[in-house]
């Protein structure tokens, strides 16, 4: 009688859909394919091999770039003949 029970009882225990076991699996995926070098934190010397020139150039462009107010969209109106 004990194992009639426990084989209707197994019938009673609902498992979820597959969809629900693999929830966040594609979003979880995607972040992974998005990461170029995993290990990338643990770089000691991230710059090694970036010219210095370059690099400082970059970082004054990046500077001016909040020292001026970008500059406004042209209004599309109308047609202009």
């Known amino acids: ?29 995607n ?7 995993p290990a990338a934190g643990a770089n000691a010397d991230p710059a090694s091999g970036v010219d210095g020139r ?8 990046y500077q001016r770039s909040f020292a001026l107010p970008p500059e406004p969209a042209p209004l599309l109106v109308g047609a202009q003949q």
């Open 54 to 61: 370059a690099a400082r150039g970059a970082i004054e462009r």
């Open 1 to 29: 009688m004990l194992a009639l029970a426990a084989a209707m009882a197994q019938g009673c225990a609902q498992q979820g859909p597959r969809w629900e076991r693999e929830f966040g699996g594609a979003v979880r995926a």
């Open 31 to 37: 972040l992974a394919a998005q990461v170029l070098d």
